[in-house]
């Protein structure tokens, strides 16, 4: 699998999908696949922040039986070294001696990462001094925010934290408050706490359903919302935030006011080149995929 499959940088940086369809069709419950765009500035990787850099995180999905498949970090290597193209490009940049590493991989994947970067959105330019980049309505739901705290959570360049160092995340329970009536009809329907969150990374009970705060830099785009990807509109999941974190009901203007200011997050999406992937002349490298799933369904009964 590559890690296009889930994150098309073609398109918004993610699949478009609540879940992603891994290794053989297999589901990659219980998370939607974020965003790779901006992920470069998240303090910490994945929901439940259990990687503190994107070569962390870049390690994961490659040898994850569902996601990517990889059986382990020295298959990928071998198979990588096999591919002429590669061994080439490798030592360009890494030098003679050992070019092809697991480390070297990532490091090279994390690198492209922190090029995903998406400025001059219209509300960076009504910070600059453009007061004509964003509407009344936007103006005002930047208003609505500001007075409803959500800038407690969502603070900072991104959105996504009051300043947290790198390495360290900034994370929030969701939802904080379940047994709201509005909420609790909400949780029901998007199964908003079956995921255990962060407690599956500390094993704390104070961790049971916190995950990083997400972003909000091109949240337009980057429907279904919520970890399980449960939301389809940003208008629901503006109603959903409300009642589960602050413990309001809104109004219809307040909801679209607030959708037009984060309609304003929207940055330019850097140019992207499809590359002409390395071949293999006059052979190929054979996979056994029946044997891969029959792995699968050994690894699925364990």
Not at 203 to 212: C, G, L
Request: proline residues 7%; hydrophobic residues 35%.
């Amino acid at each position: 699998m590559s890690c296009e499959t889930c994150h098309n940088v073609m398109g918004n940086g993610s699949d478009g999908l609540p879940l992603s369809f891994g290794v053989l069709g297999r589901v990659d419950t219980p998370r939607h696949a974020p965003s790779v765009f901006n992920a470069a500035f998240n303090t910490v990787q994945f929901w439940d922040g259990r990687a503190d850099s994107l070569e962390a995180q870049a390690k994961g999905p490659i040898l994850n039986h569902v996601e990517m498949g990889m059986p382990n970090a020295a298959d990928l290597v071998k198979r990588l070294q096999e591919i002429p193209g590669y061994r080439d490009e490798f030592r360009k940049v890494f030098g003679d001696k050992d070019p092809i590493t697991f480390d070297h991989v990532v490091e090279a994947i994390a690198t492209y990462e922190r090029t995903l970067v998406t400025p001059n959105s219209p509300y960076d330019r009504y910070i600059k001094g453009d007061k004509a980049a964003l509407s009344s309505s936007a103006i005002e739901g930047m208003k609505t925010i500001r007075s409803f705290g959500c800038e407690s959570c969502h603070a900072g360049p991104m959105f996504d934290n009051p300043g947290t160092p790198m390495g360290t995340g900034w994370f929030q329970k969701f939802p904080v408050q379940p047994h709201n009536p509005v909420c609790a009809k909400y949780v029901q329907k998007y199964h908003l706490m079956d995921d255990p969150g962060r407690f599956d990374v500390t094993h704390k009970a104070a961790d049971m359903h916190v995950f990083k705060v997400p972003g909000w830099r091109n949240v337009a785009l980057e429907a279904p919302y919520f970890q399980n990807g449960s939301v389809r509109t940003l208008q629901t999941a503006v109603r959903v935030m409300a009642a589960c974190q602050l413990g309001l009901t809104v109004t219809d203007k307040q909801v679209n006011d607030i959708v037009s200011f984060l309609d304003s997050l929207t940055g330019k999406f850097p140019k992207e080149t499809m590359p002409i992937l390395p071949e293999t002349p006059n052979t190929t490298i054979m996979m056994n995929v029946s044997q891969l799933q029959q792995d699968a369904v050994k690894s699925e009964k364990k």
